[in-house]
């Protein structure tokens, strides 16, 4: 099935270390998204993605990191520099500018 | 920054019931949709609608880009329905595809 997929489902993470979000896309979209919702908000945009090996910073990019050596694959990094790192994370990708967005099931992420 | 308003904030319904929530933001927007979290987080597309109307089954969507708002119409609810309702835009001239999210429509509808 064509579809974003992200994993894993729930991750804990131990305060000072990093942790690895995985996004996969077979809808051969061209631009890649990383939000964070926290409990009770909306989604706020981490890092976008519009072509391979290239990235921009969303409103809240302090403290992950992301990469995008594959079209279909767009990772994100949570670092030990995020100070308040438990949030549900979504993935999301469109064909291009302006593009309807389909999101992936999201990874909840805990520190522990 | 463009500011993106969703009322009401919280929608109690009985079965078969109908509701309107609406979605009113601040700027131009190149494109707004329409998305349904499910109790498992999941973001379910309903409507990529910039403007005019468009429907799909019991839901239907109406923006009038020129005023600034959009309104999402639930006919005959159902309990599947339950959930809560996003409204996002990509403002007119904004970062590309920096989908700025409304607080949402938290709805429950009671068997």
């Known amino acids: 099935d064509g579809g974003i997929t992200q994993s894993p489902k729930y991750l804990f993470r131990k305060e000072g270390q990093n942790v690895t979000l995985s996004c996969e896309q077979n809808l051969n979209h061209d631009a890649m998204y990383w939000y964070r919702q926290d409990p009770g908000q909306g989604l706020r945009l981490i890092y976008y993605s519009q072509i391979v090996n290239d990235f921009q910073k969303g409103d809240i990019a302090e403290g992950y990191s992301v990469s995008r050596e594959k079209k279909e694959s767009f990772p994100l990094t949570v670092t030990s520099a995020q100070k308040n790192p438990t949030a549900f994370y979504l993935c999301a990708s469109s064909q291009g500018l302006i593009a309807e967005a389909f999101f992936g099931q999201g990874t909840r992420l805990t520190v522990v | 920054g463009i500011q993106v308003e969703q009322s009401p904030p919280d929608l109690i319904l009985q079965e078969g019931a109908n509701s309107t929530l609406r979605c009113n933001f601040s700027?131009?927007?190149?494109?707004l949709q329409w998305f349904h979290q499910n109790p498992w987080g999941q973001l379910i597309n309903l409507f990529y609608?910039?403007?005019g109307t468009k429907q799909n089954g019991r839901l239907s969507a109406t923006t009038v880009a020129t005023e600034r708002y959009s309104l999402l119409y639930i006919s005959s609810s159902q309990t599947t329905d339950s959930g809560v309702y996003f409204c996002?835009?990509?403002?007119?001239?904004?970062?590309?595809?920096?989908?700025?999210f409304g607080k949402g429509t938290k709805l429950s509808v009671k068997p």
């Open positions: 996002a835009v990509d403002p007119y001239g904004g970062s590309q595809g920096n989908l700025i």
């Open positions: 700027d131009s927007v190149n494109n």
């Open positions: 609608i910039p403007s």
